[in-house]
Antibody, heavy 115, light 107 residues
Framework: EVQLQESGPGLVKPSQSLSLTCSVTGYSITSNYWGWIRKFPGNKMEWMGY???????SYNPSLKSRISITRDTSKNQFFLQLNSVTTEDTATYYCARLGGYFDYWGQGVMVTVSS | DIQMTQSPASLSASLGETVTIECRAS??????LAWYQQKPGNSPQLLIY???SLADGVPSRFSGSGSGTQYSLKINSLQSEDVASYFC?????????FGAGTKLELK
């Protein structure tokens, strides 16, 4: 069974970087596409970007200058880094497998940006 | 970006009732639409993909329909375990975009 689990700090200070890890079991990240989605307070959802089976990436233009998604295939993990965060980046962050739609999701990690 | 307008924002229904939730896209998305269910504290679960294909393990009382810019999710014979939030997502164009969600409660 495909399982994803996010991990990372729940509190980040403004202007710092947010870094999260998605650990995948039951499926290799060298297949398919793997993405990050966030859900803001108030329930708006935003696709942030993905990393493909080959390591190529695609990002939401709204974030393009601040976001980086990388991976470690030896650990079957992929990572999110979001730079220069503000309070508007406070959200629950999910990793997911995608093929257009998202068929497997992690449980999510709530990240608060606050001083 | 394609805008997804979902309605209603909230819905109250009785057990056994049929419920319909709708999503309208700002342009034709050629049935590249998914529906998800999210219960409080849980991650979203895929219900429907390609507008009308039932995801693995999803009860047959859930169904999706639509084309072009108009899509709907129908829940037949509402069960207590269906109390959740539901949202749509288009994947015809990048970036993928989501509806604002519908909160379904029991009357």
């Amino acid at each position: 069974e495909v399982q994803l689990q996010e991990s990372g700090p729940g509190l980040v200070k403004p202007s710092q970087s947010l870094s999260l890890t998605c650990s995948v079991t039951g499926y290799s990240i060298t297949s398919n596409y793997w993405g990050w989605i966030r859900k803001f307070p108030g329930n708006k959802m935003e696709w942030m970007g993905y990393i493909s089976y080959s390591g190529s990436t695609s990002y939401n233009p709204s974030l393009k200058s601040r976001i980086s998604i990388t991976r470690d295939t030896s650990k079957n993990q992929f990572f999110l880094q979001l730079n220069s965060v503000t309070t508007e980046d406070t959200a629950t962050y999910y990793c997911a497998r995608l093929g257009g739609y998202f068929d497997y999701w992690g449980q999510g990690v709530m990240v608060t940006v606050s001083s | 970006d394609i805008q997804m307008t979902q309605s209603p924002a909230s819905l109250s229904a009785s057990l056994g009732e049929t419920v319909t939730i709708e999503c309208r896209a700002s342009e034709d998305i050629y049935s590249n639409l998914a529906w998800y269910q999210q219960k409080p504290g849980n991650s979203p679960q895929l219900l429907i993909y390609d507008a009308n294909s039932l995801a693995d393990g999803v009860p047959s009382r859930f169904s999706g329909s639509g084309s072009g810019t108009q899509y709907s999710l129908k829940i037949n014979s509402l069960q207590s375990e269906d109390v959740a939030s539901y949202f749509c997502q288009q994947y015809n164009n990048y970036p993928p975009t989501f509806g604002a969600g519908t909160k379904l409660e029991l009357k």
